[in-house]
T-cell receptor
């Protein structure tokens, strides 16, 4: 049972444009969400997170939006840069119960010139 | 800050031998460390959670006698794959959660294990 889903396995965006990566979850008990970036043969790098008490969190070029009623979150990258090309994972956690991250399946972002 | 190292980065071993992978938090103390496994083109699958000084908690389907985890200090956890078989070949990644902080986990660079 995949509790965190990233339905788009890949996304291609032109440099300078906005990249929007989507993530859906099924468990309403999740209360903290994170986005990670991963290059091949490397560990994931933490990007940005959001608590369920918020609906938006921004850090530089990265903004995460959370829609609790739709059980949906998205990561916006603007402007997109070629160095952003990587696999992006969203992850969710039930913070009061466990610190176990549940990862989505990932979306491969390619930013072309 | 928040750097996690793993050693070795790549290891090839013969079937039946044991392999130890080290995970260190270099600039922070980690109350909890996690071990993941990633198969090609798949998500990260949590294998076990280890807290310093206590026994690791294994996920369903992960053999605790095969994947031995030791978390002896706040900066070091080790994963030993015992009696390795070719099906154990995978990319193993550790992560650490800071003693003081939010729920972010900081990941090591991973270890590519190939069992021949």
């Amino acid at each position: 049972d995949q509790q965190v889903k990233q339905n788009s396995p890949s996304l291609s965006v032109q440099e300078g444009r906005i990249s929007i990566l989507n993530c859906d979850y099924t468990n309403s008990m999740f209360d903290y969400f994170l986005w990670y970036k991963k290059y091949p043969a490397e560990g994931p790098t933490f990007l940005i997170s959001i608590s369920s008490i918020k609906d938006k969190n921004e850090d530089g070029r990265f903004t995460v939006f959370l829609n609790k009623s739709a059980k949906h979150l998205s990561l916006h990258i603007v402007p997109s840069q070629p160095g952003d090309s990587a696999v992006y994972f969203c992850a969710a956690i039930r913070s009061y119960n466990t610190d176990k991250l549940i990862f989505g399946t990932g979306t491969r972002l390619q930013v072309f010139p | 800050g928040a750097v996690v190292s793993q050693h070795p980065s790549r290891v090839i071993c013969k079937s039946g031998t044991s392999v130890k992978i080290e995970c260190r938090s270099l600039d922070f103390q980690a109350t909890t460390m996690f071990w993941y496994r990633q198969f090609p083109k798949q998500s990260l699958m949590l294998m076990a959670t280890s807290n310093e000084g206590s026994k690791a908690t294994y996920e369903q389907g992960v053999e605790k006698d095969k994947f031995l985890i030791n978390h002896a200090s706040l900066t070091l956890s080790t994963l030993t794959v015992t009696s390795a078989h070719p099906e154990d070949s995978s990319f193993y990644i550790c992560s650490a959660r800071a003693l003081l902080g939010n729920y972010e986990q900081y990941f090591g660079p991973g270890t590519r294990l190939t069992v021949t």
